[in-house]
């Protein structure tokens, strides 16, 4: 009976977290209301409640979902460090725009992330959240850069720090607009050049 009613909290749980989620990327996420959330889930407000502390911690919930896949990601570049940096930066950006391509899900949560969620107060847990790991990003990718700079790989004159902000904004800027207007760009087949295009003007000629 107590591993039922558990499956039933997780199956609610989850209800919840996907009626969120098509309700933040119809309609933004501060238009979105718990009482619209609930009534799209099938459930009271108060079993949201139940979940979640407030819509914060709902939308936090739901970046969770994607956010596992990346940072499995990142965790590997550090757990290697006697790879190749470039090579590890190369495959984690190749990998992480072809998910993005490939997945209903990343496509609806990062659009929710880039182009839906006003950054109002009542959200400032998850954004800061957000901003943590972007931070995480960066710090990971600085390390492959130093690696890389000790190993005579990096362009001479470029900091890694500034290797790893740089990368990390133009990848954002990848795929702000690939979200905006999937068209212009098949992502899963030119995730490689893109990457590549960037990467060049880092690596030691």
Not at 160 to 178: D, E, K, Q
Request: glycine share 4%.
């Amino acid at each position: 009976m107590a591993r039922r009613t558990k499956a039933e909290a997780e199956s609610t749980r989850a209800a919840i977290l996907d009626a969120a989620e098509v309700l933040f990327f119809q309609h933004g996420v501060s238009r979105t209301t718990l009482e619209k959330i609930a009534v799209a889930a099938n459930v009271t407000r108060g079993a949201i409640y139940w979940h979640f502390q407030n819509k914060a911690d709902l939308f936090n919930a739901m970046l969770e979902r994607v956010r596992l896949p990346f940072q499995t990601l990142l965790t590997e570049i550090d757990n290697n460090p006697g790879d190749n940096p470039f090579n590890q930066i190369r495959d984690l950006m190749i990998n992480g725009l072809k998910l993005i391509a490939s997945s209903d899900q990343h496509h609806r949560v990062l659009t929710i992330v880039f182009h839906r969620c006003e950054y109002i107060d009542e959200l400032n847990p998850a954004v800061n959240k957000q901003d943590e790991l972007d931070e995480q990003a960066v710090a990971v990718m600085q390390r492959a850069f130093e690696r890389a700079a000790q190993a005579d790989l990096l362009r001479d004159g470029i900091c890694p720090y500034l290797a790893a902000t740089a990368l990390h904004m133009y990848m954002g800027g990848i795929i702000s607009n690939f979200l905006l207007r999937p068209q212009q760009c098949d992502l899963h087949q030119h995730a490689g050049a893109l990457v590549d295009a960037m990467l060049q003007g880092l690596k030691k000629p």
